[in-house]
């Protein structure tokens, strides 16, 4: 199983970046995926997840109105679309899928956001 992040960089407060996260070895549409995010001294925290089926996409309140989840099932693909970031979104982000209680993450991707 590979799990592995892209996308990050840096972005002006207000502006947009967009993760992808590349699943290999098995099915996204079967496993829940989430985004977290670890900023400097501090705890690992949950950003986003979805659930296996999709039904259901949980945002962390630091994120609500202002990220985006989704997933391509067929490129074995998740994302998330960040808007209106903020100086506090600076952090390493990381790709989680849980599958079958085995928990698999990515190597992350920073994300900085300053002026």
């Known amino acids: 199983v590979q799990v592995a992040e892209s996308g990050g960089g840096w972005a002006q407060p207000g502006g947009a970046l967009r993760l992808s996260c590349a699943v290999s070895?098995?099915?996204?549409?079967?496993?829940?995926m989430s985004w977290h995010r670890q900023a400097p001294g501090k705890g690992r925290e949950l950003v986003a997840s979805i659930t296996m089926y999709g039904e259901f996409i949980y945002y962390a309140d630091s994120a609500k109105g202002r990220f985006t989840m989704s997933r391509d099932i067929a490129k074995k693909m998740v994302f998330l679309q960040m808007n209106s970031m903020k100086p506090e979104d600076t952090a390493v982000y990381y790709c989680?899928?849980?599958?079958?209680?085995?928990?698999?993450w990515g190597q992350g991707t920073q994300v900085t956001v300053s002026s």
């Open positions: 070895g098995l099915p996204i549409d079967r496993s829940t």
């Open positions: 989680n899928a849980e599958w079958f209680s085995h928990v698999y």
